[in-house]
């Protein structure tokens, strides 16, 4: 018994999986969370960026965001299978806004193939990354803190994505409210 599984929260673990986008504070709620999760992963990602063999660390991202993306897509509901299961007219809102704030990972089945694609955008800082390997010590501690801060924006701006797209969703669900008619 060695290694033993830490026993997760019983509330968390007996809690259904959101149907519809979060709304009001939740959507806050859910926001503080995430951020919490993507500091939590970015200082993962500084300590595999430590490592003086180039190219581990690059993998280990697309895997850890690529994991943080499905998190934090469930976390506001709004993943690919969330998102399938609302009103129809809701769900082309949902891909509307997401389209709207740039949130390229919101709502989307997440693969490692998508999210080396938006590292491709940030390809200049990893490259940079990789390259400050190659200085002992020096370079571990740099391609650390270029790992973590890249990691962190990146996945704060998904959680900032999914946010916006939430607040939408709730602002066009008010509207449809209000549209609504009542029999007299």
Do not use: W
């Not at 599984?5 to 709304?23: G, I, W």
């Not at 991202?61 to 299978?81: I, P």
């Amino acid at each position: 018994m060695l290694f033993r599984r830490k026993k997760k929260d019983v509330a968390a673990t007996s809690e259904a999986p959101k149907l519809e986008p979060v709304t009001g504070p939740d959507i806050e709620l859910a926001r503080e969370r995430c951020r919490e999760m993507v500091r939590k992963r970015a200082l993962v990602s500084a300590g595999v960026a430590a490592v003086p063999l180039p190219g581990v660390d690059v993998l280990s991202d697309l895997t850890t965001f690529t994991v943080l993306v499905e998190e934090v897509n469930k976390e506001f509901g709004l993943s690919q299978q969330q998102i399938e299961r609302l009103h129809p007219r809701m769900r082309v809102l949902a891909y509307q806004a997401a389209a709207s704030v740039g949130g390229m990972l919101v709502g989307k089945l997440v693969t490692k193939t998508l999210v080396l694609q938006l590292f491709k955008r940030a390809g200049i800082k990893i490259a940079a990354k990789t390259v400050t390997k190659v200085v002992p010590i020096a370079g571990q501690v740099a391609s650390a803190a270029i790992g973590f801060a890249l990691f962190r924006k990146m996945g704060y701006e998904h959680v900032e994505a999914c946010a916006k797209v939430a607040r939408e969703l709730q602002k066009a669900r008010v509207i449809d409210m209000g549209t609504v008619q009542v029999p007299v």
